[in-house]
């Protein structure tokens, strides 16, 4: 059995939970120690199940809890080379044994299931996407993208479920008097997020070859809302002829809460 979902998700922190028979790991760590572990208990999932935190990138909103996590469980923390550069000063002590460094297109195995690993447009120094391979499904993490890039569709293309960024919507974006210009171009630049608009292509794309559970994921509190993030989707799904609940299902991640539970045999 395999069960994943995001336990936050957004620009205020990040973190998935993913589960197999051997165990369960973390995507992204990016709340309190404290808020992970109560959160999985509020989802009824078992905290001693957890063997590994794979990090995406070094930004806070996806490191914050790493340290603390790894201590207390004994956890092994995977990341580039790069993003633990970026981390070291954050994370805290964390054992050599327990650190695992890993190149953008390198694949591992963790709790039963292999890891692949893929390099991502993102304003970070060495950020990597995630595809977990089961035996009968695969799961992929593809936010935090300045553009879905032909490298990240090769990655991901096919796989069962896809966490795919939907930040923000442009105009929300723009018109916000509390962001300057300089956060604005970045959000809206090449390495920044992923509008609500250009997920949506992406959801087609991914719907049209195989995919069949879309998670809308790591929207901005700002510039953006779940009704529209999804609506957008919605609209851009059932323009390309796919039916929503039948062909493909599409959910939005919590930013605070547990999001759709996902088991799949």
Not at 4 to 11: K, P, Q
Not at 96 to 123: C, K, N, T
Not at 183 to 196: D, E, F, P, V, W
């Amino acid at each position: 059995m395999i069960t994943f979902c995001t336990l936050f998700s957004g620009s205020s922190g990040n973190a998935a939970y993913l589960e197999t028979d051997a165990g369960a790991i973390l995507i992204d760590c990016g709340m309190s120690c404290k808020q992970i572990l109560d959160s999985l208990i509020d989802a009824k999932l078992e905290p001693s199940r957890l063997r590994a935190v794979v990090i995406t990138h070094e930004h806070s909103d996806h490191i914050r809890g790493v340290g603390p996590m790894a201590r207390k469980l004994g956890l092994t923390v995977c990341a580039t080379e790069g993003t633990w550069a970026g981390m070291e000063h954050t994370v805290g002590t964390i054992p050599a044994h327990q650190r695992m460094r890993i190149d953008p297109g390198e694949s591992f195995f963790l709790a039963g299931m292999e890891v692949a690993s893929f390099a991502i447009p993102h304003d970070a120094n060495e950020p990597v996407g995630y595809r977990f391979f089961l035996p009968r499904a695969s799961i992929a993490v593809a936010t935090d993208l300045g553009h879905f890039a032909p490298g990240v569709q090769a990655a991901v293309t096919g796989a069962d479920l896809v966490l795919l960024e939907s930040n923000h919507d442009p105009d929300k974006l723009r018109q916000n008097p509390h962001y300057p210009a300089t956060l604005k171009n970045r959000i809206l630049g090449k390495k920044g997020h992923l509008s609500n608009e250009s997920g949506a292509q992406a959801a087609v794309q991914l719907a049209a070859t195989g995919t069949r559970h879309l998670l809308l994921g790591h929207l901005s509190s700002e510039n953006n809302d779940p009704d529209l993030a999804y609506r957008t989707s919605h609209a851009a799904l059932t323009n390309a002829g796919a039916v929503v609940g039948r062909d493909v299902t599409l959910q939005v991640a919590g930013r605070y809460q547990t999001g759709y539970l996902y088991r799949m045999a």
